[in-house]
């Protein structure tokens, strides 16, 4: 974790909670749930009919430009701390934080492949997530999942980050 620490102070100024954090809590009789539940569903099953040929063409170019599998996989952390595996098709390099350690990429990081800066300026990356929606491990609208080596050095700097696994 130690060479994350490093960028975790930048978050912590523009960290802001809500003003009035009980707008936010969902109904009581679970109402709330099931419509964002249903609407998860729908728009990610859509969007990868959708997104399919797309997702199946760059699958192609990450295996074909470079070695490694197409597809990346990571454990994150989502609603009320559950951590889950998170798919992505790959935009770096195969094993590159063996030799880095774990840390957040950078502007020109030198791991990220040619079709991969095109894939993170595009998102076509982060097509596979619809999978996890579907799995109900994510959601479309939300805080976004992060690792559990980075959360740990998150809460430490930024106030009440740990709310955000309740939503």
């Not at 619809?130 to 939300?142: A, D, P, Q």
Request: a positive charge.
């Amino acid at each position: 974790m130690s060479s994350s620490t490093n960028i975790l102070p930048l978050y912590a100024p523009t960290f802001a909670p809500a003003a009035d954090d009980a707008a936010a809590e969902p109904a009581a009789d679970g109402s709330l749930a099931w419509w964002k539940t249903t609407f998860d569903l729908t728009a990610a099953s859509l969007l990868l009919v959708l997104a399919a040929p797309v997702l199946l063409l760059a699958a192609a170019a990450v295996k074909l430009t470079s070695a490694g599998p197409a597809f990346y996989s990571q454990v994150r952390v989502g609603a009320n701390g559950r951590r889950f595996v998170l798919w992505k098709l790959r935009s770096m390099r195969h094993n590159c934080e063996a030799a880095s350690g774990i840390r957040w990429a950078t502007r020109r990081d030198p791991r990220v492949t040619p079709v991969g800066r095109f894939l993170r300026a595009s998102h076509i990356d982060e097509l596979p997530q619809l999978f996890n929606v579907l799995r109900g491990e994510m959601s479309l609208v939300g805080p976004r999942p992060e690792r559990p080596e980075i959360t740990a050095g998150l809460a430490a700097v930024v106030p009440r980050y740990d709310d955000r696994h309740r939503v």
